[in-house]
């Protein structure tokens, strides 16, 4: 049996990068929190028959994350635990710039301790939210890194059973080959999207 040669990009897009708000210095406001970006998605060409004995193909990567069934799933997951830490740095943020207020507005009639303490507070708070930023990024981080291992562990089977099925020689990933031009019907994309959702939909639940 001849062997298939599958060459996939390791790395997958499941989400734009995540937002998080910045710390605000002292007595400034905290910028507002933004949700993350969809990533923008090219306009598909119309596509050709498949040429007949062509031996080698192309996927579009970015496609599979953005429209197979695992990959929104995949995205879903990354944008809730944005969101959540999104929210979670607005209301330090929120709490941090009431501090500010009240030291900038009873300052002057605070005692020299009561202004002292007031003001280690609000630098405890621009601390702990800094470490949170960088907690959070690297928690949301390591989310995507994760699912996107378990989204090509997935993948590359199914893109290799549909290689097989075209008797292909290597199957590319358009983003990452170099590819400046390539007859459009040897895009197998939509048949992996296809097969892929089928065998996600098969496949017995993970028990928790």
Do not use: Y
């Not at 199957?171 to 994309?189: E, K, N």
Request: aromatic share 4%.
């Amino acid at each position: 049996m001849r062997s298939t040669c599958v060459t996939v990009a390791t790395s997958l897009v499941l989400l734009a990068g995540p937002v998080l708000a910045q710390t605000p210095a002292a007595g400034q406001a905290a910028p507002a929190a933004q949700a993350p970006a969809p990533a923008a998605q090219a306009p598909q060409a119309a596509l050709r028959p498949f040429p007949e004995g062509a031996k080698v193909a192309f996927l579009n990567i970015q496609r599979l994350a953005a429209e197979s069934a695992e990959g929104k799933a995949a995205t879903t997951k990354v944008k809730a635990l944005n969101d959540k830490k999104v929210q979670e740095l607005a209301d330090r943020n929120k709490n941090m710039q009431a501090a500010q207020q009240k030291l900038q507005q009873s300052g002057g009639v605070l005692s020299d301790a009561a202004r002292g303490q007031l003001e280690k507070d609000i630098e405890k708070m621009q601390v702990e939210i800094q470490r949170f930023t960088q907690d959070a990024q690297a928690e949301v981080n390591e989310l995507q890194q994760q699912l996107q291992a378990e989204f090509q562990r997935k993948l590359i089977p199914v893109i290799n059973a549909v290689a097989t099925e075209r008797n292909l020689h290597m199957v590319f990933s358009q983003a990452d080959s170099g590819l400046v031009w390539a007859d459009t019907g040897l895009d197998i994309t939509g048949d992996v999207i296809r097969r892929f959702d089928a065998a996600v939909s098969a496949a017995p639940a993970a028990k928790p």
